[in-house]
Every structure is written in C-alpha cells, then in structure tokens.
C-alpha cells in the first residue's frame, strides 16, 4: 500500500518560507515522479511543481517560478518543495502525489497521472 504523508504547512506571513516535506512508502520511490499539487478554497486542484523519477526534469506553474524549489531524497523517499516569498494567493491546502507510470519520462500536469495522494497539509500566508 502507497503511502504519502505531507508535513511543514503552517501560517507564515508574506514574504516568509515554508519548507513542505512528504514522505513516501510502499512504492519504488526512486522510480516515480513526484508531484505538489495544491487547492484554494473555490478554486481547482493544480500542479504547482514536479520532479521527475530521476530529478533531472522539474516542473513550476508560472506562478511560483523564481520563488519555490522542488527536490527529492531518494535514500529517505522523501520529496521537498522549498517556498520563498510567498504570498497570501499562495494560501492552499498542499498536496503530494505520486506519478501512476513508472520511470516516465518527464513530469506530467494532469491529476489524472498520479494515482496516489497525500492527505494534505494547510499553508496559510497573511498579508
């Protein structure tokens, strides 16, 4: 059974950092690429940076590059995702994912290319 269990939210002021751990079991990790989704209330689901299987490939929604980093500990299975600066509109509740295809080439944006979730963890910016 895959697990995902996401760490370090939290209520920050804008302009702050909060450093997001998830930690992966049951599954290759190492084979896997890994995903931070995030959802605002009213608003969908989206793919906000992503790191392929072999961390050569990331991904960065427009709105957060420059600002956050993604990066992976294939001896601990963990996935990180680094967010400087932020911002109120970066207010969400923070998902981890694992990619559904092993060893795909890239990072995919679709919910639908990860088949297995965290259960979340609230990041709150004030301004």
């Known amino acids: 059974q895959v697990q995902l269990v996401e760490s370090g939210g939290g209520l920050v002021q804008a302009g702050g950092s909060l450093r997001l751990s998830c930690a992966a079991s049951?599954?290759?990790?190492?084979?896997?690429?890994m995903g931070w989704f995030r959802q605002a209330p009213g608003k969908e689901r989206e793919l906000v940076a992503g790191?392929?299987?072999?961390?050569?490939?990331?991904y960065f929604a427009d709105s957060v590059k420059g600002r956050f980093t993604i990066s992976r500990d294939g001896a601990k299975n963990m996935v990180y995702l680094q967010m400087n600066r932020l911002k109120p509109e970066d207010t969400a509740v923070y998902y981890c994912?694992?990619?559904?295809?092993?060893?795909?080439?890239?990072?995919?944006?679709?919910?639908?290319?990860?088949?297995?979730w965290g259960q979340g963890t609230q990041v709150t910016v004030s301004s």
């Open positions: 790191i392929s299987w072999s961390g050569g490939n990331t």
């Open positions: 049951g599954r290759t990790f190492s084979s896997y690429a």
């Open positions: 994912a694992i990619d559904r295809t092993f060893r795909r080439v890239g990072v995919r944006d679709r919910e639908e290319e990860y088949d297995y």
